[in-house]
C-alpha cells in the first residue's frame, strides 16, 4: 500500500481525516500547483545537494558518493576522545600512552569531542581562541600536542565546531553595532537567563543561532577562530590541517524537535521576538500580501496581517512523534506546512552560510575547502532531523543500545542479544542518503550487557552491508582514568558500569578486555571491507510532502524503511522529483522473521540466536552453538566448542586478500566478564529502558575482571605457519607454530591472535 494511504480512520474524525488528506494524497513535489492556490513554498536543499564530488591529494574528500584518500576508498574506524585531551587529568606521556594504544588496537581514526573548553579563554566573550607557548602545557597545548601525535599514528580527526562548554556571554553582543539600549539590554538578559539554566552552559545557542542574525554572526567568528588556529606542533592551520577528515557544525541540536514542540530556546525571551519576525519575512517573501497569504491558507485569525507582521507562529506546539499525522483540525493543513517548512529552510539556509565560510577558510583544495562537512549528527528516529543534519556533504547519525529484557521467558533473561532479531537502530536505520557518505558518530552498548562481544561484529556486519563510510565509538575512557602502563594495573581497573549517577559510565572501552578484542577484530573487517554491501540498495524515494509530513508518522516511516533495507538495503533519495516508486517497496512484510540477513554475507538465526559470515575473507560465529563444532568453506572449521555457551569466533584475512592465499590473518574467541563481585537482580526495579538496565545493580563489583576464556580448535586445512597472542594491553603474550590448527586454551588472557602463514 502507497504511504499516502496509510491512515488509521478509526483514529480520526472526520473533520481531521479531511484536513489530512487534502496534502497527503497528493505527491507532493516542489512548486506543485494546488487548485487554484499559489505553489507551496520549496523546501531548501543544503549548498552540498548537487555539489558532486570533490577530491584533492592528501586530503579526505568525496568521491563517488563515499570517502576517499590518497587515491582509495576510506573506512574511518574511530574512537571518542573526551577526558584524553583535557590537560588536568593527562600528561603529554599519557597522552602518547593512549594514542599508542588506539592505534595497536585497530582505530583509524578520533573524534574530538565538546573540546571548546579547552580553546576559550575564560575571560573571553565565547568566540576567542588562547595563545599559547609551544610546551607550556596550557590546556590548548597539550590539545594540539595530542592532535599532532594522532597525525604522527595516521588517526585522523573528525573535528567540531560544536558549542557546549564555553557560554556565549552577553557581552558578546558588543562585538557588532548595537541595534539600540532597548535590542541591546533584551538580547543579553535572555542569554544571561539561558546560560544559567543549564550544565553545559551554551545548550541553548544551537537551537537559536538560526534564527537569530546576531547569534549567527557570533558562531560564524568562532567557526572563523577555529579554523584559523595554528597548531604549534604541526606548523598548520585547522583549516588546512591534512590530517583532518572531517567537520560538523554541531552535535545533537534536536533542532526541529524543540522547535516543532515549542521547547526551543528560539521562543524565548529576545529570540522569540526575532523568530517571530523571521516567521513573518518569510511568508513576506513568498507571498508578497496577506490577500495571497489568505487564498493559500483559506483563513486567518482575527488582527493577522502580513504587512504589518502580525502572523502568529502557531500551531505551536505542533504534535509530535506518537500523534497521527498533524491533527490540526483548528488551523489550515497549509498553515502547518508552511511553518515546518520555515523551521527547516531558516536551519538549511543558516548552515549553508556557515559552510560558505568553512570552505572559503582555505585554499582551493586544500583541508576546510574540500573535506566533508555534516550540519549535524542525527540521533533521532525522526526523516525531517535527518534531512536537516544531512543538508552537508556527509551523513552523521548515531545510536546506543541496552539489551535488558523483562521477558522471563526469554532464554537468556534478564538480558537479550542484539542478534535475537534483525539488528535494528532507532538513529542510524534510516541510513544513507543516496549519494553522500555516512557515518556513525557515535555508537555503543551500555555495560551492564554480558554478551557485548556481538556488539562491534553486529555494527561491523551493519555498516559494511549498508555500504557506511566510518564508525566512531564513544569514548575510549572514562573521565580521570589514567591509562595503564602494564598489565597487572590494567587487569586490575575493572569495568565501569552505567548508574543513576553516571549514565555514561556504561559505554568507557579502555579498560573493558572483551570489547576492546572485539573493536580490534571488528574492525579489521571494516576497514578492510571484508564483508560486502548490499549490491543493490533500494532508492525510496523522499517528496517534499513526505518529508514535510514523516515526523509525525515517525514509527510508520522507520518500519517501512527498515522492511525495504531487510530485504537488500536501501537508500533515500531527497530529490523531490516526481520520480515513480517502486509500488511494492511499502509493502514487505514487518513481522519477526525467524531469520534475515545483512547484505549477501552476513546470516542470522534468530531462533538460534546466531550470526554467521562465510566468505572468502571472514569466518564468524557468533552466539550459543548447538554443535561442537561449526564448519565453514574453504577447509576452516571451529572444533571442541561447548555447546550452550555464548562465543564470539572470527576469522578475517588482514591483508585483504582470500583466506586460502593470505599471509596474515586476525582472530579472536570471546565470551562473557564482569567484575569480580559484581551482583545484578533484575526485579530490583520494575523501570523499563535504560534506567531498568542499570536499576538492578546490586553491586559494581571491582577488578579484576573475571572473563571466560573459551577453549576451543581452529582447523585451517594444511597452513602452516605461526600464531602470535596478545592480551588487550597490548602486548604479546606467547608465540606458537601452526600446522593446520590454532588452540584457544580457556587460560590464557588471548584477546585475539596475529597468524603469519607461510
Not at 604549534?232 to 577528515?245: C, F, H, L, R, V
Not at 541540536?253 to 521547547?263: L, N, Q
Not at 559494581?700 to 596478545?726: A, D, H, I, N, Y
Request: charged share 25%.
Amino acid at each position: 500500500m502507497d504511504l499516502h494511504h496509510r491512515i488509521n480512520l478509526r483514529k480520526a474524525s472526520a473533520g481531521i481525516v479531511l484536513a489530512l488528506l487534502t496534502p497527503l494524497l497528493a505527491a507532493g513535489a516542489a512548486g506543485q500547483q494546488r487548485g487554484n492556490t499559489v505553489p507551496e513554498i520549496p523546501i531548501a536543499r543544503g549548498t552540498e545537494a548537487d555539489r558532486g564530488d570533490a577530491i584533492s591529494p592528501g586530503f579526505v574528500g568525496v568521491k563517488d558518493g563515499h570517502l576517499w584518500h590518497d587515491g582509495q576508498r576510506l573506512r574511518l574506524w574511530g574512537i571518542a576522545a573526551v577526558s584524553e585531551i583535557n590537560g588536568d587529568y593527562f600528561s603529554k606521556e599519557d597522552m602518547d600512552g593512549v594514542l599508542d594504544r588506539m592505534k595497536a588496537v585497530g582505530f583509524n581514526a578520533i573524534r574530538p569531542h565538546l573540546y571548546d573548553i579547552f580553546m576559550i579563554p575564560k575571560d573571553d566573550p565565547g568566540v576567542g581562541i588562547s595563545s599559547y607557548t609551544k610546551g607550556d602545557n596550557s590546556y590548548l597545548d597539550k590539545m594540539d600536542y595530542f592532535f599532532a601525535g594522532a597525525a604522527k599514528r595516521g588517526l585522523l580527526l573528525y573535528m567540531t565546531f560544536d558549542r557546549r562548554r564555553v557560554a556565549i556571554k552577553p557581552e558578546a553582543y558588543d562585538l557588532f553595532p548595537s541595534a539600540g539600549a532597548e535590542d541591546e539590554a533584551d538580547w543579553k538578559k535572555t542569554v544571561a537567563e539561558l546560560n544559567a539554566e543549564q550544565g553545559h552552559p551554551s545548550w541553548w545557542i544551537e537551537q537559536a543561532w538560526p534564527l537569530d542574525e546576531r547569534l549567527e554572526k557570533i558562531y560564524t567568528i568562532w567557526v572563523k577562530n577555529q579554523l584559523a588556529h595554528v597548531n604549534q606542533y604541526t606548523g598548520k592551520s585547522y583549516a588546512e590541517d591534512p590530517n583532518i577528515a572531517m567537520w560538523e557544525i554541531s552535535n545533537e541540536t534536536s533542532y526541529i524537535s524543540f522547535a516543532m514542540d515549542g521547547s526551543s530556546a528560539a521562543f524565548r525571551g529576545y529570540f522569540a521576538k526575532q523568530t517571530q519576525k523571521r516567521w513573518n519575512k518569510f511568508l513576506q517573501d513568498y507571498y508578497k500580501s496577506t490577500d495571497r497569504l489568505k487564498a493559500a491558507w483559506g483563513s486567518l485569525e482575527e488582527g493577522e496581517s502580513l504587512e504589518n507582521g502580525t502572523i502568529k507562529l502557531t500551531p505551536m506546539p505542533i504534535p509530535v512523534y506518537d500523534k497521527m499525522a498533524y491533527e490540526t483540525a483548528k488551523y489550515p493543513t497549509r498553515r502547518v506546512r508552511d511553518l515546518i517548512t520555515f523551521f527547516v529552510n531558516q536551519y538549511i539556509e543558516a548552515n549553508n552560510r556557515i559552510l560558505a565560510v568553512i570552505r572559503a577558510s582555505a585554499p582551493k583544495g586544500v583541508g576546510a575547502n574540500v573535506v566533508p562537512v555534516t550540519y549535524d549528527t542525527h540521533h533521532a528516529p525522526s526523516m525531517l532531523e535527518m534531512y536537516c543534519a544531512g543538508a552537508g556533504s556527509i551523513v552523521s547519525a548515531g545510536n546506543y543500545t541496552w539489551l535488558r529484557t523483562f521477558d522471563t521467558s526469554d532464554p537468556t533473561y534478564p538480558w537479550t542479544p542484539l542478534i535475537a532479531g534483525p539488528p535494528t537502530f532507532y538513529g542510524m536505520d534510516l541510513g544513507r542518503i543516496a549519494g553522500k557518505p555516512t557515518v556513525s558518530y557515535e555508537v555503543n552498548i551500555h555495560k551492564p550487557a554480558p554478551y557485548r562481544a556481538e556488539f562491534p561484529f553486529a555494527i561491523a556486519a551493519y555498516d559494511s552491508a549498508r555500504n557506511w563510510d566510518g564508525t566512531f565509538w564513544y569514548y575510549w575512557a572514562d573521565w580521570n582514568e589514567k591509562p595503564a602502563k602494564t598489565y597487572e594495573q590494567y587487569v586490575q581497573t575493572g569495568l565501569h558500569y552505567a548508574s543513576k549517577s553516571n549514565a555514561w559510565g556504561g559505554v568507557g572501552i579502555a579498560p573493558d578486555p572483551i570489547q576492546v578484542a572485539a573493536l580490534k577484530v571488528a574492525g579489521t573487517i571494516f576497514k578492510t571491507g571484508a564483508i560486502r554491501a548490499d549490491e543493490h540498495p533500494a532508492r525510496i524515494v523522499v517528496g517534499e510532502d513526505e518529508l514535510v509530513w514523516s515526523y509525525g508518522r515517525m514509527w510508520e516511516w522507520m518500519g517501512l524503511v527498515r522492511s525495504a533495507r531487510r530485504n537488500g538495503g536501501g537508500e533515500l533519495d531527497f530529490n523531490f522529483k516526481q520520480t515513480p516508486r517502486d509500488p511494492g517497496l511499502f509493502t514487505q512484510p514487518q513481522t519477526m522473521p525467524r531469520a534475515s540477513r545483512l547484505g549477501p554475507d552476513v546470516r542470522f538465526d534468530h531462533a538460534k540466536r546466531q550470526m554467521v559470515v562465510d566468505n572468502d575473507k571472514v569466518k564468524m560465529f557468533v552466539g550459543w552453538p548447538d554443535s561442537s563444532t561449526v564448519s565453514f568453506g574453504h577447509g576452516i572449521a571451529i572444533n571442541d566448542l561447548k555447546v550452550g555457551q555464548f562465543i564470539a569466533f572470527v576469522l578475517v584475512s588482514d591483508d585483504c586478500l582470500p583466506l586460502e592465499r593470505s599471509k596474515k590473518v586476525l582472530l579472536t574467541a570471546l565470551s562473557t566478564g564482569e567484575n569480580k563481585d559484581f551482583k545484578y537482580d533484575p526485579s530490583a526495579t520494575k523501570e523499563t529502558g535504560f534506567p531498568g538496565m542499570f536499576g538492578g545493580i546490586v553491586s559494581m563489583g571491582e577488578g579484576p575482571v573475571q572473563v571466560v576464556w573459551p577453549k576451543l580448535t581452529v582447523s585451517v586445512g594444511s597452513r602452516k605457519g605461526e600464531c602470535t597472542w596478545f592480551n588487550v594491553l597490548p602486548e604479546a603474550i606467547g608465540t606458537e607454530p601452526v600446522d593446520g590448527q590454532i588452540k584457544f586454551d580457556g587460560m590464557r588472557p588471548a584477546a585475539w591472535g596475529e597468524v603469519e602463514f607461510r
